[in-house]
C-alpha cells in the first residue's frame, strides 16, 4: 500500500474500474427510493473506489484522485448537510427535521422525498470521507516507528 | 430437554446457526492469546448479533420491503406480504458502526505495537508488570 | 482456568438453544415483533412519502434522528482515529 503495484495489467484495469464503480455508487445512493439501497451502502462504494487507487498505485501516486487531507472535511460537509436540513425545516416553521414545512413549493408528499433525498446525500459523503480517512490514518501510524 | 434442544435445531434452524457463530465470537474474544484473533472475533460476534435481527424479520412468502404496484399503478399495501421493515433500518446503522468500532480498535493496537513492541497478550501482561 | 471457560462456553450455547424453543415459529406473519408500528410503516410508507423503499423511509423519515446520531457516532470514531495516529507530530517536534 505504500509501494504502487508492478504489474500493468493491475494498473489498466484499475484505471478502467474507478470510474465504473464511482458511477454505480452514485446510482445505488439516488435510486434508495426505488430499489435497495441508499446513504450507507453508496458511501462504502465511493470509498472503496478511493481505497482501490490507494492499494494499486501506492500512497504517494494516488494522492490526485483523492488527497489524504481530505477525509475528515468530507466527513464534517456530510454531518453538516445533514443537521442543516433539519435546521432549514426548523427555521421554516416546522419542528426540527419535519420536511413538510420546507420552502420549496411541492405538495407535502414531494416534500417529504426531497428530504429523504437530500439526508441520504449527506450521510453518503459522510461515510465516505471517515471511511478514507481511517484507513489512511492506519497506513500513516504503521508508517512511523 | 433433549427433546426441546432437538425441536429447536431442527425447527429454528437460522436461529441455532447464529447461536453457533455467537459462541465461536466469544471464544476467539475469550480464548485466544493474539489482540487481532481478539478483535476478529468481535467482528464475528457482530456478525452472529446481526444475522439474528435479520432472522427474527423473516415472514412466510414475504418479499423484500419495497412497495410492489400492480397493473393498474395502484400500491400493494397489504403488510402481510412484505417483509417486517424495522431491523432492517437498525442494522444499517450497526454495521457501519461496527465499521467504526473495528477502525478505532485498529489505531489502539497500532499505538500499544509501538510503545511494548508486541501483540500477544502473555507478552504485553509481563512487561506491563516489569515497568510498574 | 481454560477449561474451565471452554466449559461455560459450551453451557452457555446450549442454554441460548434451549431458550430458543420459546420464539414463535420462522416466519410466522403474527410474530411480536411484526405487528403494530411495522405494520403502520408499511401501510403509509408510499402515502405520506411518495418512496416505494419503506426501509429508506424509515431510516430517514419516521425515524431521522436515529441516523443523525448514527452519523455523528461515525464521525467521531473518525476524529478519535485522526487525533490517535496523526496528533503526535507537532509533540516530536516540539522535543527534538
Known sequence: MIRRDESVIIDVVTRAMVPIIQIFAFYVIFHGHYSPGGGFQGGALLAGSVLLQRVVFGRDRSQGGFPSRLGIPFGILGVFIYSGTGLWAQLSGGNFLQYDALPLGFDAAMLRNTGILLVEIGVGFAVMGILISIFDDLVEGGLRR | ?132 | MRALVKLLLGVMGLLMLYAGSGISDFGDVHSPASEHVSDHYIENAYHDAHTPNVVTVMIADYRSFDTLGETVVVFAAGMACFLLLRGNRRREEEDA
Not at chain 2, 33 to 38: A, D, E, P, R, S
Not at chain 2, 59 to 77: L, S, W
Not at chain 2, 82 to 94: C, E, F, Q
Open chain 2, 1 to 132: 430437554m433433549i427433546q426441546r434442544l432437538f425441536d429447536v435445531v431442527v425447527g429454528h434452524w437460522p436461529y441455532a446457526f447464529t447461536v453457533v457463530l455467537l459462541v465461536i465470537g466469544l471464544y476467539g474474544m475469550l480464548l485466544k492469546g493474539n489482540l487481532i484473533k481478539k478483535l476478529i472475533g468481535m467482528n464475528i460476534f457482530q456478525g452472529a448479533i446481526i444475522l439474528a435481527y435479520v432472522v427474527f424479520a423473516y415472514k412466510k412468502d414475504g418479499t423484500v420491503p419495497v412497495i410492489m404496484f400492480d397493473e393498474h399503478h395502484h400500491a400493494i399495501e397489504q403488510a402481510s406480504r412484505y417483509m417486517n421493515p424495522i431491523p432492517h433500518g437498525l442494522m444499517l446503522t450497526a454495521i457501519v458502526v461496527g465499521v467504526a468500532t473495528t477502525g478505532v480498535g485498529l489505531a489502539l493496537l497500532i499505538l500499544i505495537h509501538r510503545t511494548y513492541g508486541t501483540l500477544e497478550e502473555d507478552e504485553l501482561m509481563e512487561r506491563l508488570r516489569r515497568d510498574d
